[in-house]
């Protein structure tokens, strides 16, 4: 009489399997935290930019229809438009911020910049100077901020 093969998995086998189950699927879930993490990440680095390209896109708009101005290496004064309208820029507390004779409340065009610092490029002399007071505009303004994360950004603004 022949015995019948038995059917089916031992004990030690489906141990085993599981095993192997529980191991591939704690890779998988770390693998998966990994990836979230990596997008939020990348979410604030693209928030972060996307408000240094915005505050850049406000003060090039102002500076294009610039009058006068004056300025110093940490605040920037412009008058624009008619009637004329007074615009500053400066900074403090960790911002840029941006003030209006039309609102004298300060408005936070960028958080976290470290240091500000403006040149600005003498029509005649092609000079760069700290300081700004003729009432014509010079030929250039260049900014330069450093962030709280450690980049320093330099922008240079033509002027009409």
Known sequence: MKRARPCGFTLVEVLVALVLLALAGGIAYSGLGAVVDARTRLGEEARKWRAVSDAFSVLEQALRGA??????PTALEIVRGVPAERIGYRWRAGRLEQLSSADPRPVALLAGVSAMEL????????QWLAQWRAPALPA?????????SGETLHRMFALP
């Open 67 to 72: 009058r006068q101005g004056a300025g110093d």
């Open 119 to 126: 040149r600005f490029l003498d029509r005649g002399t092609r």
């Open 140 to 148: 250039a303004i260049e900014l330069t901020l450093r962030l709280d």
